[in-house]
C-alpha cells in the first residue's frame, strides 16, 4: 500500500492519538491537531515516547481554514481522518449549542477547506448513535437514521452533510466509521487514554473505583428492559478499533465510499462488564444503581458483517482483554508519568 500523509483532527483524543499509534507502525506519517478542549497536552509526550519517535502536531480548531489549508499544502495531505468533536451524551443535551458549533458548524469549515485544497478523502468518525434507538438487535447499516439525543443527531447530521457532498463531487471518498463502544488501551501497555476531567464512560470510570481514586461506581438506570436492567452495550478494543482505520484507508482506495459499524457484534450489559473487570483485575468494584441518564438508549450492539465483507475487518480481542488492558495502563500511568517528567494526573472530582 501506497505510503500516505494523514491528517488527524482531534488526534491528541482517545481514538485519534491510539490510531496515530496504528498509521505509524503501518508507515504513514500522520499529523496531528488538536485544540484540547478535551483532551491534555501531556498525551503528547507520552505518545512521542510509545512510538519512540517526534510527531508532527498543530494546536489549533478543526474549523479553522486558514490553518487547515496551510496544513494540507504544507505536508501534501492525502487523506483526513476527522477525530475532532465532543462526545459526550448527558453534556450535549445540557449544551446542544456548543454540539452543534462543534460538531456540525465546524466540521463544515473543514470540508470546505479540503475541497478548496482538492483534498476529497475522509475518514469520518461516526458513531453507533445514529442508529437511535434501534428497532431490532443487531444493528445494521441498512437501518433508518435516528437520534436520541443532540450529540446523536450531529452524527446524523454529518453523514447527510458527507452523503451530499459526495453527491456533488465524485471526487470525495468517504469512509464513515460507525464505533460502538471502543475501550482499552494500547496492546504494547505503554500507551493509553489520558482522562480529562469527569469520566462519562464506563470503563474509565472502572479504572478510577479499582485505583481507588473514587469510593464507587454509579450505574445509570437499572430499570431498563433488558436481562438485568442495565444498558447493553458492544464493548471494542481500542486496538481493534484503530486497525479497522487502517483497513478503511485501504477501503478507501480499494473500494471508495463506504458506511461500517465498528464492534464486535457481542452486546455486554453494565453488570456483566462489572464483573468480567473484577474477575480479570482481582478487584472488587462497589457499585450503586441510580436514576437514568437522559439520551441513553437501553441496548445496542453491531452486526459487524459488513466490515468483514468490505474491508475485511473484523475485531479480534476479548471483553476480558479490554479490561485488563484499561486497568494495566491506568495502575502504570503514575509511574509513566513521572519517567517522563511529566506532572500527576489531577483526581476528577465525582464524589
Ligand atoms: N469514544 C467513544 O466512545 C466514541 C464512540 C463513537 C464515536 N466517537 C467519536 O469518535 C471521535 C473521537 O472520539 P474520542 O473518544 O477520541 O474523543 P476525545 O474527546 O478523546 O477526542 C476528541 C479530540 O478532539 C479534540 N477537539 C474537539 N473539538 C475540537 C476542535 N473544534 N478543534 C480541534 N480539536 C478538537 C479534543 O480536544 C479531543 O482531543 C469523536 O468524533 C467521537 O464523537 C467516540
Redesign the pocket.
Same mark, same amino acid.
Given at each position: 500500500m501506497k505510503i500516505m500523509n494523514i491528517l488527524l $483532527?482531534?488526534g &491528541?483524543?482517545?481514538?485519534?492519538s491510539h490510531t496515530a499509534l496504528a498509521l505509524l507502525n503501518a508507515g504513514h506519517t500522520p499529523i496531528l491537531?488538536? *485544540?484540547? /478542549? &478535551?483532551?491534555d497536552p501531556k498525551i503528547l509526550t507520552l505518545l512521542k515516547a510509545a512510538a519512540k519517535k517526534d510527531i508532527l502536531f498543530y494546536e489549533? *480548531?478543526?474549523?479553522n481554514q486558514t490553518l487547515i489549508r496551510q496544513i494540507l499544502k504544507e505536508h501534501s495531505v492525502d487523506v483526513v481522518m476527522?477525530? &475532532? &468533536?465532543? @462526545?459526550a451524551v448527558g453534556e450535549s443535551v445540557k449544551n446542544p449549542l456548543a454540539y452543534y458549533k462543534? *460538531?456540525v458548524s465546524?466540521f463544515v469549515n473543514l470540508l470546505s477547506a479540503m475541497d478548496a485544497e482538492k483534498v476529497r478523502n475522509l475518514i469520518f /468518525?461516526? /458513531?453507533? $448513535?445514529v442508529y437511535g434507538n434501534p428497532v431490532r438487535l443487531p444493528v445494521s447499516e441498512d437501518f433508518s437514521y435516528g437520534f436520541n439525543n443532540p450529540?446523536g443527531h450531529t @452524527?446524523v447530521v454529518c453523514e447527510q452533510i458527507l452523503e451530499s457532498v459526495c453527491v456533488s463531487n465524485k471526487g470525495w471518498k468517504v469512509g464513515k466509521l460507525r464505533?460502538?463502544?471502543?475501550v482499552g488501551s494500547h496492546d504494547s501497555g505503554y500507551f493509553g487514554?489520558l482522562p480529562v476531567g469527569l469520566p462519562s464512560?464506563l470503563m474509565p470510570y472502572l479504572d478510577q473505583v479499582a485505583s481507588g481514586e473514587v469510593q464507587k461506581l454509579y450505574i445509570f438506570g437499572g430499570d431498563y428492559p433488558t436481562g438485568d436492567g442495565t444498558c447493553i452495550r458492544d464493548y471494542v478494543h481500542i486496538s481493534d478499533l484503530s486497525e479497522g482505520h487502517i483497513a478503511s484507508l485501504e477501503g478507501l482506495i480499494k473500494v471508495g465510499s463506504h458506511a461500517v459499524n465498528l464492534g464486535t457484534g457481542i452486546g455486554y450489559s453494565v453488570l456483566e462488564v462489572v464483573a468480567e473487570y473484577e474477575r480479570v483485575t482481582r478487584k472488587k468494584i462497589p457499585y450503586e444503581i441510580i436514576g437514568r441518564r437522559p439520551g441513553d438508549v437501553p441496548a445496542a450492539f453491531a452486526d459487524p458483517s459488513m466490515a468483514f465483507q468490505v474491508l475485511g475487518w473484523k475485531a479480534k480481542r476479548s471483553l476480558g482483554e479490554m479490561c485488563l488492558s484499561s486497568y494495566s495502563w491506568r495502575m502504570q500511568l503514575p509511574t509513566l508519568l513521572s519517567s517522563c517528567n511529566l506532572a500527576p494526573i489531577g483526581i476528577s472530582p465525582l464524589e
Open positions: $483532527t482531534g &491528541a483524543g482517545y481514538i485519534g491537531l488538536d *485544540n484540547f /478542549s &478535551a483532551s489549533g *480548531n478543526v474549523g476527522h477525530f &475532532a &468533536a465532543f @462526545k462543534n *460538531n465546524e /468518525s461516526s /458513531s453507533c $448513535t450529540y @452524527k464505533y460502538f463502544n471502543p487514554e464512560n
